[in-house]
C-alpha cells in the first residue's frame, strides 16, 4: 500500500482557494496562495504534512543521484568511469560546490521548512487533542529525521537550526548553531515522537505514515552513535520485544514493489510509478512532478535501460561471493543451479556465474556487460525482473529507511559495547543468517572483539549495502574506523576472469601483476582526513546566500 500521498498534489505548489473582492475591479490573482487563507482546516494540515514527506523522495534524500552517490565513499560501492560527481567523492575530493554536498543540505531544509509551517499552524485550527498530538508528533518526527541527516552529514553536526517559519531577513539568515544544541532538538523531537505515535495504524490508508517504531529506533541511532550503548540498547530492546515486526522469509521482499510495508518494514519512503508517473530524473513536487525514483536509471545495467553509474565495490563483490549457502537449510532446497552463492547474495547483486538468478530477465552473465572492469550490479531496490526496457529505468519502488534487521545488528553492537554479551548478540546475527541461507556462526569461535569485527566487515555490509541514506559511513565513523578499512581495502588486488571477479594470486593469475591487477580506494587511503571527509561542509549555496552564516 502506498503512502496516502500520492493522491495528494504537494501543498506548496496548489492554488488552493480562488477569490474575487465584491469590487469586481479588483481581481485577486488566483495563483496566489495565502497562508492565512490555506491554514484553516484539519485537510490543510494534513496535506502540509504529506509535503513534508515527500520531501523524502527528493534528490538529495532517498530519491535520486546524491542519493546513490553515497555508498562510493563507504567501502560498499565503486563509480564507473564516467560521472565525475560520483568519482570525485569517492576519491574523497568533494567540497562545498559538489552536488552531492549541495542537494542533500538543500533538500533536508526543504523537509524542514514543510515541518515548521505544520508546526506554527496547528493552533490556529479546532483539533481534538489526539489528533493534534498525532500531527505534530509526525511533523516532529519528520523534522527530527531531517536534522538527523544534517547533525550526522554537515560540519561536525554544527547546523543552522530553524524551529519557526522564517518571516523576515533575520529569521532566514542564522548561524549554525553548536552540535549540542542540534542533538537536544533531534532528542526533543523524537522523544515527543515516541510517546505520541501510534504503534500501528487501522486505516490502509494511513499505512507508511511514522510510527511509534520507527521513532524508538531513531533514538536508538541517534544514542548509538553518541556511544551511549546502554540507553540505545534499551530502545532497539523495545522494539524486538514489542513482536510488532519480524525477519521476512525472503530477503527479498525488502527491496521489491511487491512487498513494500511487510512485517520487516519499520519505515519506508514511498515511490509510484501509477499517478505520477514523471520521467527518469526522479521524483519532483507539483502537478507536472512525479513520485518516481531515479535509482533504477541511476544503477540499472545497459539491458536494463539505465547508465550503471555506481556499482557494488569490488570489497562488496568478494564478500558476497564469500557468502555460500548453507546446503543443509531448507531455504536452499529449490536452488538447482552450480553457483553456491546465498540466497542474500543472489538478491542484492548480480554476479556473472550466478546461474541461480537473472538479470534483466536474462542469464545473470547476459542481463549486463561487465565491461569497463565491472565485476557486479547492484539489484537491490531494482526493476531486475522486469521485461520491458520502458518499465525497468522509472522505479516505483519504496526505499526502506530502517527495517528490522538493521535493528537486529545494532541491538547486537549494544550487547557487545555494554555487556560483552555474546550468546545473545550470536542469536541475532544468525537471525539474519539463517533468513540468508548461510551457515550460522557458533558462540564458541567468537570473543566480544571478534564477533564485532565480523558484524562490522562481514554481516551489516552484506545485509545492508546501498540501503539507508549514508547508512556506512554513519557505521565506519561511529567505529573511527574509515582509515583502518580504506588501508585494507587498497592493499587488496583483484583480477576478472571471463567476468567473474577473484583476488589476486601471483601463482595462479599468471597473466596479471601487481601492477596490472585491479584495486579501489588508494586515492582514499592516501587523502583521509577525520576533520576533513567525515562531514561534508556547510554548501556554496548556503554560504555565497547567507550574509550571517559566520556571525
Known amino acids: 500500500m502506498k503512502l496516502n500521498k500520492l493522491n495528494i498534489v504537494v501543498m506548496t505548489t ?43 523522495q527528493l534528490d538529495g534524500l532517498f530519491g535520486g543521484s546524491s542519493a546513490t552517490q553515497h555508498p562510493v565513499r563507504s567501502d560498499t560501492g565503486r563509480p564507473n568511469n564516467w560521472n565525475a560527481n560520483a568519482i570525485g567523492l ?32 496547528l493552533d490556529k485550527i479546532d483539533l481534538s487533542v489526539s489528533t493534534k498530538n498525532q500531527i505534530e508528533a509526525e511533523a516532529r518526527f519528520l523534522r527530527g529525521f531531517f536534522y538527523y541527516s544534517l547533525y550526522r552529514g554537515y560540519n561536525g553536526g554544527s547546523v543552522i537550526i530553524h524551529t519557526t517559519v522564517p518571516e523576515s531577513s533575520d529569521d532566514f539568515y542564522k548561524s549554525p548553531s553548536p552540535a549540542e544544541d542540534v542533538y537536544n532538538l533531534i532528542l526533543s523531537d523524537l522523544e515527543f515522537a515516541y510517546n505520541n505515535l501510534p504503534e500501528q495504524y487501522d486505516n490502509n490508508q494511513d499505512i507508511g505514515r511514522a510510527t511509534w517504531g520507527a521513532a524508538t529506533a531513531m533514538l536508538g541511532k541517534l544514542h548509538i552513535n553518541e556511544h551511549d550503548y546502554g540507553v540505545a540498547r534499551n530502545k532497539f530492546k523495545e522494539i524486538l520485544d514489542s513482536n510488532l515486526y519480524s525477519l521476512t522469509p525472503n530477503i527479498g521482499d525488502n527491496f521489491d514493489e511487491d512487498h513494500e510495508m511487510n512485517s520487516e518494514s519499520i519505515f ?23 513520485e518516481a525514483s531515479s535509482r533504477a536509471r541511476i544503477l540499472a545495467t545497459v539491458q536494463g535501460g539505465g547508465y550503471r553509474t555506481i556499482m557494488p565495490s569490488y570489497n562488496m563483490t568478494m564478500l558476497f561471493k564469500n557468502d555460500v549457502m548453507d546446503i543443509n537449510n531448507p531455504i536452499n532446497a529449490t536452488r538447482t543451479g552450480t553457483s553456491n ?13 550466478d546461474d541461480n538468478s537473472t538479470l534483466y530477465q536474462r542469464p545473470s552473465n547476459e542481463g549486463g556487460g561487465y565491461n569497463n572492469f565491472e565485476a557486479s550490479y547492484l539489484k537491490k531496490i531494482q526493476n531486475w525482473t522486469l521485461i520491458r526496457e520502458s518499465d525497468q529505468s522509472i522505479s516505483g519502488i519504496n526505499e526502506r529507511a530502517i527495517r528490522l534487521a538493521d535493528i537486529k545488528l545494532l541491538y547486537a553492537e549494544c550487547l557487545l559495547q555494554s555487556e560483552n554479551s555474546v550468546g545473545e548478540a550470536i542469536e541475532q546475527v544468525n537471525d539474519i543468517r539463517q533468513r540468508a541461507g548461510v551457515v550460522l556462526l557458533n558462540s564458541v569461535d567468537y570473543d566480544p572483539e571478534s564477533l564485532m569485527e565480523h558484524i562490522m566487515w562481514v554481516e551489516r555490509p552484506l545485509e545492508l549495502m546501498f540501503e539507508g541514506h549514508d547508512t556506512r559511513w554513519e557505521d565506519l565513523t561511529r567505529w573511527d574506523k574509515v582509515q583502518e578499512q580504506y588501508d585494507r581495502l587498497a592493499s587488496k588486488r583483484y583480477v576478472l576472469v571471463q567476468k567473474n571477479l577473484y583476488e589476486f594470486d601471483p601463482v595462479i593469475h ?32 548556503e554560504q555565497n546566500s547567507n550574509p550571517d552564516l559566520f556571525n
Open 14 to 56: 496548489i492554488a488552493m482557494i480562488c477569490s474575487c473582492s465584491d469590487d469586481q475591479l479588483n481581481i485577486e490573482n488566483p495563483n496566489n496562495l495565502s497562508a492565512d487563507s490555506f491554514w484553516s482546516t484539519e485537510n490543510d494540515v494534513q496535506q502540509g504534512l504529506i509535503a513534508t514527506y515527500a520531501a523524502l
Open 510 to 541: 599468471t597473466n596479471f601483476t601487481e601492477e596490472t591487477a585491479l584495486k579501489e580506494f588508494e586515492d582514499a587511503a592516501n587523502s583521509y582526513q577525520p576533520g576533513t571527509h567525515n562531514y561534508f561542509p556547510i554548501p556554496s549555496t
Open 268 to 290: 519506508e519512503v514511498a515511490f509510484s510509478t501509477e499517478l505520477k508517473q514523471g520521467t527518469s530524473n526522479g521524483a519532483a513536487d507539483g502537478p507536472l512532478g512525479s
Open 90 to 121: 569517492n576519491k574523497l575530493a568533494f567540497n562545498e560546490n559538489s552536488d552531492i554536498v549541495k542537494k542533500r543540505w538543500r533538500d533536508c531544509y526543504i523537509g524542514i521548512y514543510r515541518a515548521n509551517q505544520v508546526l506554527v499552524n
Open 341 to 353: 552463492y546465498s540466497i542474500r547474495t543472489s538478491m542484492s547483486i548480480a554476479i556473472a556465474d
